[in-house]
């Protein structure tokens, strides 16, 4: 390696994201249902339990309860969602689609919320099929934060702050596919110019290291601004689905945050879509 091809190694190594918070406002909260409007009340009170961080934020939230008397399918209620404009969307798994037949499906209600709007999505347990929907709603003391890229998720990270409850603890969370980086790794054997071995380990350190500086610097813009949360770490390599999955239980986790936009498909980003449909009992929010 020349000279000037070290320098700049050293100099892209260097330059990494450093976090920005973006300070997120929640004033209106859309809660839409299938159910009975008894039953509509009740669910709604979970949601405000359960979001109990903006009621300590002292803003005045506004939150509205569209009923399944309220819109007669799926375009009035998107025409209803971009009528009343809020800031967030509260459903639950199997909108308009009877859970216990299909278990391992969001629905199509859920699934264009997700991607026909650009308004965060917080979809919770079914309140009246799922048996531990309402345990599900004790609060957001732990909130977990997850991307293909991390590094640079400015947005999530911000969202997944607005969330945590004061004194709760947010793990910002990297898995890096093993899978992959095993393929790679095999194509570098095959090419003699280059050390195996070394290459395995370099590439490795570098790939984990970006995640991690980048929640260094989360942690410390967040502590310089004296938000009363515990950033953890969390970076690895393994198999996605199962490591996150893994995760979210081990941490007993109470909202789980990420991506489900994708410019290049219509279709749920990346493992948002498996890990929606699997982590049934866990609250997530969708972006």
């Known amino acids: 390696m020349t000279n000037i091809d070290q320098f700049e190694s050293v100099f892209k190594a260097a330059d990494k994201p450093p976090f920005s918070h973006e300070l997120i406002s929640v004033r209106s909260v859309l809660i839409?249902?299938?159910?009975?409007?008894?039953a509509s009340e009740q669910f709604a009170t979970g949601v405000r339990s359960f979001l109990k961080t903006f009621a300590a934020s002292g803003e005045e939230i506004i939150?509205?309860?569209v009923g399944r008397?309220?819109?007669?399918?799926?375009?009035?209620?998107?025409?209803?969602?971009?009528?009343?404009?809020p800031d967030l969307i509260c459903t639950y798994r199997n909108l308009h689609i009877p859970a216990v037949e299909y278990p391992h499906s969001l629905g199509v209600?859920?699934?264009?919320?997700?991607?026909?709007t650009s308004i965060p999505v917080l979809l919770l347990p079914h309140p009246t099929i799922d048996a531990r929907a309402a345990e599900s709603l004790r609060g957001t003391k732990t909130v977990m934060a997850?991307?293909?890229?991390?590094?640079?998720?400015?947005?999530?990270?911000?969202m997944a702050v607005t969330f945590t409850q004061r004194d709760g603890t947010l793990l910002l969370t990297h898995v890096e596919d093993e899978?992959?980086?095993d393929r790679y790794i095999q194509t570098i054997g095959k090419i003699p110019a280059i050390d195996t071995d070394q290459a395995r380990e370099l590439i490795l350190e570098q790939l984990l290291k970006e995640p991690s500086d980048y929640i260094q610097s989360c942690r410390d813009v967040l502590h310089s601004e004296g938000l009363p949360i515990d950033v953890q770490e969390i970076v690895t390599i393994g198999h996605l689905l199962a490591d996150?999955?893994?995760?979210?239980?081990?941490?007993?986790?109470?909202?789980?945050?990420?991506?489900?936009?994708?410019e290049d498909q219509l279709a749920m980003h990346g493992l948002a879509y498996p890990l929606s449909v699997e982590l049934r009992e866990t609250p997530l929010l969708l972006l």
């Not at 997850?146 to 911000?158: E, Q």
């Not at 999955?245 to 991506?259: G, I, P, Q, T, Y």
Request: net charge negative.
């Open 244 to 262: 996150y999955k893994r995760l979210v239980a081990e941490h007993s986790v109470d909202l789980l945050v990420m991506n489900t936009k994708d």
């Open 69 to 85: 008397n309220e819109y007669s399918d799926l375009g009035h209620m998107l025409e209803l969602v971009a009528e009343r404009k």
């Open 109 to 116: 209600y859920v699934d264009v919320l997700t991607q026909a």
């Open 179 to 181: 899978k992959s980086f």
């Open 146 to 158: 997850i991307a293909d890229h991390l590094a640079g998720a400015h947005h999530l990270v911000s």
């Open 32 to 38: 839409v249902t299938d159910i009975d409007p008894e």
């Open 63 to 65: 939150w509205n309860i």
